[in-house]
Each structure stands twice: as C-alpha cells, then as structure tokens.
C-alpha cells in the first residue's frame, strides 16, 4: 500500500506565474488536508477535503489560492499570481477518518 | 480557540541521555493528541497518539507521552536518545467538529551532542 504521493517534490516559478501541486492520498483515504510549512516554521492548516467537498478551508488565503479533490484523481493546490512570499513547503495527509494523519514528502515551492 | 503550545524551540541533549519534550493544549473537551516527527527534507512521521484509555501511550523508536488532564500537557519522552532522533517534534491535538481540522504546535528542535 503506497503512501502519501506528492509531485513535484521541488517546483520553482518566477512571480506570477502558477504553481499546481497534486496530491494522491493512501489507498482508501476519503480525507485530504494541505498545510503549509515556512522556512524554520510549524504547520499551517490551510484547508481539509473530502471528496468534492470542501469541509474547512479556513486556512486558505482568499485570494490566488485554491484546492479541490475531484471524485477521480488526486488532490490539486493551485496558487495563482504566486509571490515570494509562496515560497514554502506545502505537505498533503491523508486519512481514513478523523484523526491520524498521514503525511506525504511535501512539495517544496521556489518562487524566484 | 484551541491550540497547541511547545515551548522549547531548541534543545539540545547529550547521546544517552534521558528526553523529555513539553506540549500544552487549550481545548475545552477531552483532546485527541499526537506526536508527529519530521526529519530534514521530508514529511511527517507519527511517533504516538492518544484518544482515551491508559494516558500513558507508548509509541514507535521507544517514545512515550503522558495525558496529563489537569496540567493540559502531553509531553514526549524517551529515556535514553540516539543521534538518529536528532529532528523537529511535533505536538498535534485534533477537533472533532463537523469540520475537523489537527491543529500542530510550533515545533521542537532536538539536537543530540555526541
């Protein structure tokens, strides 16, 4: 059973261009959360899906930023415009119900 | 709100020596709590969790972490390090609501002096 699978693992763009992240959950996992971690930082909840659903998005910037997790594929992260201030890592979990997470690698966002 | 506090940024301890990592939460009802791992360059690993029963949990590479309810702290220990535990610790408390989220403290650097 595979576990969390993010691609790219390394990403750069140069300001204002987009930057689309994916994220495949562990195999039976209808739960999908996205945080962002900034250099020498903790983790910042940015928005918790289900599939088709948006439950909590909280987390997210209103603007630039969106997420969705279609009924087929994985989960997608889309920052629109980006600016150096994007510059992060941005880490998928998945889980198999509320609770325990399970971590990918992370995709680690350059914006030059 | 709730939320998660560690207050060691950074600590450093001598190869063999004894562990302990502070984590205080501020949740009104019983919490779910954990305790993730991160090494250098890579994702998240959970050493432990606790969601009811003994509040004494035992958890992976010989952790363990104590509920302490009326202290509101869930602190990390192990009694004897190894270089390889050198990363960043994270302490996590989950919100059962319609619109769950785990909310993760600031971190906790952990170097080892050989």
């Known amino acids: 059973n595979a576990g969390v699978m993010q691609n790219p693992r390394h990403l750069v763009r140069r300001r204002g261009q987009e930057a689309r992240l994916r994220c495949s959950p562990m195999k039976g996992h209808s739960h999908v959360y996205w945080y962002r971690q900034l250099p020498e930082e903790g983790l910042k909840f940015m928005v918790y899906?289900?599939?088709?659903?948006?439950?909590?998005e909280s987390g997210m910037p209103k603007e630039r930023f969106s997420a969705e997790f279609p009924k087929e594929g994985p989960s997608i992260l889309r920052i629109q415009q980006v600016v150096r201030g994007d510059s992060a890592a941005y880490f998928c979990?998945?889980?198999?119900?509320?609770?325990?997470?399970?971590f990918g690698e992370g995709s680690r966002l350059t914006v030059l | 709100a709730q939320s998660v506090t560690q207050p060691d940024i950074h600590i450093t301890v001598s190869e063999g020596a004894s562990l302990e990592l502070r984590c205080n939460y501020s949740y009104g009802a019983t919490p779910y709590l954990f305790w993730y791992v991160q090494s250098p360059g890579q994702g998240l690993q959970l050493l432990l969790k606790y969601f009811s029963g003994d509040t004494l949990v035992q958890g992976i590479k010989g952790f363990e972490a104590e509920f302490k309810r009326s202290q509101s702290s869930f602190n990390l220990r192990k009694p004897s390090v190894h270089w390889s535990d050198a990363a960043e610790y994270f302490c996590?408390?989950?919100?059962?609501?319609?619109?769950?989220?785990?909310?993760f403290g600031s971190g906790t650097r952990l170097s080892i002096r050989p």
């Open positions: 996590a408390v989950v919100r059962y609501s319609s619109a769950s989220k785990i909310i």
């Open positions: 979990a998945s889980s198999p119900s509320l609770g325990e997470l399970f």
């Open positions: 899906l289900q599939k088709e659903n948006i439950i909590d």
